[in-house]
């Protein structure tokens, strides 16, 4: 199992998620899970500008989570997690 870090906007979403929505919570959980778990991350979704280095995987229909693999480190560093109108719109302009 890869080494893992969280982001704190992602961390506080996942708190208040946890006591909203337990359902896709621990779909959210199981996808972090599978991520850490797989042999080669480097299938996942590469994401364009302004979201270039980040990749995506759908979690519970419309809903996005974005996250980075540093492979020298072999770590992951997820960054978000909400509505993909939300994830693309809100994206950083670089």
Do not use: W
Request: proline fraction near 3%; hydrophobic fraction near 35%; charge should be positive.
């Amino acid at each position: 199992m890869r080494k893992f870090s969280i982001e704190d906007d992602m961390k506080a979403k996942l708190i208040k998620l946890s006591k909203r929505d337990k359902v896709t919570y621990e779909a959210l959980m199981r996808k972090i899970d599978e991520i850490l778990s797989c042999e080669d991350v480097n299938h996942y979704k590469n994401l364009k500008k302004p979201l270039q280095g980040l990749k995506r995987v759908h979690v519970k229909g419309p809903f996005v989570m974005t996250f980075k693999y540093l492979e020298s480190n072999d770590k992951v560093v997820f960054y978000d997690f909400d509505h993909h109108d939300k994830i693309y719109l809100n994206a950083p302009n670089q």
